[in-house]
């Protein structure tokens, strides 16, 4: 397979010594439910304002080197009439896009979903690369339960939706980021996660070679290896930086020049410990191991914000210090 250079330089810029992703691509209905919770009206307006405040951040690029937005925000201004996504490509941050239709129940699996999305994909592509995005997100969830979930089924439906997903976007310039996460709900140990995720991680390059996606023009956008949230004794830092950089060694191929995680409901410090202690472990790291965290890096922001226009600065200020942790943790020089 031949490598696409475009691409691969993309990918390779979106993840440069010390950048990872802010992932801002929460749909209308999770960002509601993100701003309802702390008392603040979800209006097409406040969400504009939101989105603004993070991206317009002071020194955000030094940090950040791709954000992920969604439908409504490719389409918004700035408070000054610039489209947002310019605001972004001026400040040399490269602007991608969320195309999955969300998750779904997958018919013959109870319980469990299929990311949605691939029906007119093609055409929906081409009209967000002439918007000026230059990457795009897929986001497929696998969850863990005890009576044998996530199904091979579940998994081998999501990673071939992944794969279709990636090699159209690679056909129209756009760098795929491949998101299969399993999951933080449930009270299983480390080693069941860590086993679920070799087994995705898997099938997905599986598919992906059988797609024949260029590895060097794409990014992975995995979860780290932790026990499920609802367990009692969680594991040390230094044991989940092993286990993740274990199932990464195993299952992720050396071509592909990045992996961003998510944070998935970790606490934001703990995800900035765990990022670092993950790059500060010896042996081969392959890839740049980065982050394209949501929550993690936003909600100290959001709850500073609250939004309100006079809580602009301070808001930055508590994004911009987590944006300067999380980028010292990509280097593995974060110490906090
Ligand atoms: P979290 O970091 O909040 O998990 O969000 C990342 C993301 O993009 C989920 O699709």
Not at 52 to 69: H, K, N, Q, R, Y
Not at 144 to 166: E, M, Q, S, V, W
Not at 257 to 286: E, Y
């Amino acid at each position: 397979m031949p490598t696409m250079s475009g691409l691969d330089e993309t990918a390779r810029a979106i993840v440069a010594d010390g950048k990872g992703i802010l992932a801002a691509d929460e749909t209308v209905s999770t960002i509601t439910k993100r701003l309802t919770a702390r008392a603040i009206e979800s209006t097409a307006e406040r969400r504009r304002a939101y989105r603004e405040m993070l991206f317009s951040t002071p020194d955000l690029a030094a940090f950040i080197g791709g954000v992920i937005l969604q439908d409504e925000t490719i389409r918004q201004d700035s408070s000054t009439g610039i489209p947002l996504i310019e605001l972004l490509a001026g400040r040399g941050i490269i602007p991608g896009i969320k195309v999955d239709a969300g998750v779904h129940p997958l018919a013959g699996a109870p319980g469990e979903f299929v990311a949605e999305g691939l029906d007119g994909l093609r055409g929906r592509l081409e009209e967000y690369r002439e918007l000026g995005a230059r990457f795009a997100k897929w986001r497929a969830v696998f969850i863990i339960r005890d009576d044998g979930l996530p199904t091979a089924k579940c998994i081998h439906a999501n990673a071939h939706a992944l794969a279709r997903y990636a090699a159209l976007c690679q056909e129209q310039g756009l760098v795929p980021i491949v998101e299969p996460e399993v999951l933080m709900e449930g009270a299983h140990a480390l080693e069941r996660c860590e086993d679920v995720t070799g087994r995705v991680l898997q099938a997905v390059f599986n598919e992906l070679f059988d797609a024949r996606v260029s590895l060097e023009g794409m990014l992975l956008k995995p979860n780290m290896i932790t026990p499920g949230q609802g367990r009692a004794g969680q594991a040390s830092v230094q044991e989940v930086a092993e286990a993740t950089l274990r199932a990464l060694t195993r299952h992720v191929p050396p071509a592909v020049p990045g992996v961003v995680f998510l944070s998935g409901g970790q606490d934001p410090v703990l995800a900035t410990q765990h990022l670092n202690a993950i790059n500060a472990l010896d042996g081969p790291k392959p890839w740049k191991l980065s982050f394209s965290y949501g929550r993690a890096l936003q909600d100290e922001a959001l709850e500073v914000w609250r939004g309100r226009r006079e809580h602009v600065l301070a808001a930055q200020q508590a994004f911009h210090h987590r944006a300067w942790c999380d980028s010292a943790a990509a280097l593995g020089r974060y110490s906090g």
